[in-house]
């Protein structure tokens, strides 16, 4: 149980176009879901968290009108990178809670990369 | 944000027990420990996570001291599966921040065949 799915799981896009990214709770009701962004050698950074049918609370440094996120139900929530650049490049991660509190179910990743 | 310490990395050998510490001075009454782990390429895993009695699973178990300022995540028989980065994490409780989790560098487990 509690699986989290992303699509896709790789994108090569040219600069200025904009990519989105989707992230499912396949056997549970995600009632948060997080956001993270990791460049490599590095950890993961929080982006944004959301709650289904509310706004997502972006991290500090976090351009909410480059990073569109969407959590319009349970078990889908969407990041869009808009006007994406190479400095964007990044392997981005989401994770669902709601299946058990306090755990945290992550996505398997989607590496972008922005030529 | 009560913060966590961990080596950075570690080494065990095939079949042979680990054990990866966690230092939390600052943990409050109310902090849980979660312990995440991150193989190659792929997004983090939950792996155990506690609050005051040890803890067992069939991945891992969780030893808690008594005064909770630490803990170890304890493998009983690493495999080569095993390697990975493992994340010691209290996240933070309340609010809007409810649940979020704030990764750092991590303990790099090596796991010797």
Redesign the interface.
């Known amino acids: 149980g509690a699986v989290v799915s992303q699509h896709p799981s790789w994108v090569i896009c040219k600069s200025g176009t904009s990519v989105k990214i989707e992230c499912r709770s396949l056997d549970f009701q995600a009632t948060t879901m997080f956001w993270y962004r990791q460049f490599p050698k590095q950890s993961l950074m929080l982006m944004a968290t959301s709650n289904e049918g509310s706004k997502a609370t972006y991290e500090q440094g976090v351009e909410k009108d480059k990073f569109l996120i969407n959590h319009a139900s349970l078990t889908l929530s969407t990041l869009t990178v808009t006007s994406a650049h190479p400095e964007d490049s990044s392997f981005y991660i989401c994770s669902a809670s709601g299946g058990e509190p306090d755990t945290q179910y992550f996505g398997p990743g989607t590496r972008l990369t922005v030529l | 944000d009560a913060k966590t310490t961990q080596p950075n990395s570690m080494e065990s050998n095939e079949e042979e027990p680990v054990h990866l510490p966690c230092n939390h001075s600052t943990i409050s009454g109310t902090d ?1 420990i ?1 312990w ?1 782990r ?1 193989l190659p ?6 792996v155990i ?1 506690g609050l005051t009695s040890n803890v067992n699973n069939r991945m891992a178990s969780l030893a808690i001291a008594e005064d909770r300022k630490s803990s170890t995540l304890i493998l009983h028989r690493a495999t080569l599966r095993d390697a990975a980065v493992y ?1 010691c994490i209290l ?1 933070l409780a309340g609010g ?11 303990t790099i487990l090596t796991v010797h065949p």
């Open positions: 849980y979660h995440y991150q390429s792929q997004g983090p895993e939950y996570h994340y996240p809007t921040s409810y649940g979020k989790l704030t990764f750092g560098q991590g």
